[in-house]
């Protein structure tokens, strides 16, 4: 089965710092781009960072550029989405998502695996 597992959600201040990891079974992970999306209370689900197969190719969006860090090693280890300097606005439920059936780590339409979600909350 394949499946996409995200951890190290919480409850922090403004101006702190976590650390989310997602970890996969079912697939040869490291051979595919893994995204970070997340989802606040009353808005749409937004692409937060991407990584492809290497880190020659990564995404971030406009809002976390300069405090967010997606980072893999190439192997089967966890990708992980290094916050800091987090801000109120950061608050929402984080998704790890992989587009099973394309390697193209920019188009969202294709991720099509997703994970169950950790809450991030960060308070002011």
């Known amino acids: 089965e394949v499946q996409l597992v995200e951890s190290g959600g919480g409850l922090v201040q403004a101006g702190g710092s976590l650390r989310l990891s997602c970890t996969a079974s079912g697939f040869t992970f490291e051979n595919y781009p893994i995204g970070w999306f997340r989802q606040a209370p009353g808005k749409e689900r937004e692409a937060v960072s991407a990584?492809?197969?290497?880190?020659?190719?990564?995404y971030y969006a406009d809002s976390v550029k300069g405090r967010f860090t997606i980072s893999r090693d190439g192997t089967t280890s966890p990708v992980y989405l290094q916050m800091n300097s987090l801000k109120p606005e950061d608050t929402g439920v984080y998704y790890c998502a992989t587009p099973f059936y394309s390697d193209l780590y920019l188009d969202w339409d294709s991720y099509d695996t997703w994970g169950q979600g950790t809450q991030v909350t960060v308070s002011s």
């Open positions: 990584i492809g197969r290497d880190e020659s190719m990564i």
